[in-house]
Nanobody, 125 residues
Framework: QVQLVESGGGLVQAGGSLRLSCIVS????????VGWFRQAPGKEREFVTA????????RYSDSVKGRFIISRDNAKNTVYLQMNSLKPEDTAVYYC??????????????????WGQGTQVTVSS
């Protein structure tokens, strides 16, 4: 049973930084992808970034490219989301997700079968 547990959300001023963490447990191989998604009130859940665990290939949405960085620590089975230059429009619940294998083409939430509980990120102006 794959489990994901996020942490690190909070309140930050615009221009500030936060780092989210997600511990991934229950995996039996390295052939999988991990991603971060977010959902703002009244909006659909949207793709933020993803990484192929084996090899480290990354993908980013245009809205966060150059500001957010996804990384992993193999020894800790943890994936991180470093968020810099935060904007009020980044305010959302952020979810960590995982899936078997990798994805070719656009990424959306339906591609991922395992989800964490979410962590709130609020950016004040």
């Amino acid at each position: 049973q794959v489990q994901l547990v996020e942490s690190g959300g909070g309140l930050v001023q615009a221009g500030g930084s936060l780092r989210l963490s997600c511990i991934v447990s229950g995996r039996t191989s390295n052939n999988y992808g991990v991603g971060w998604f977010r959902q703002a009130p009244g909006k659909e859940r949207e793709f933020v970034t993803a990484m192929r665990w084996s090899g480290g290939t990354t993908r980013y949405s245009d809205s966060v490219k150059g500001r957010f960085i996804i990384s992993r620590d193999n020894a800790k089975n943890t994936v991180y989301l470093q968020m810099n230059s935060l904007k009020p429009e980044d305010t959302a619940v952020y979810y960590c997700a995982a899936r078997d294998g990798w994805i070719v083409g656009p990424i959306n939430p339906t591609h991922f079968g395992y989800w964490g509980q979410g962590t709130q990120v609020t950016v004040s102006s």
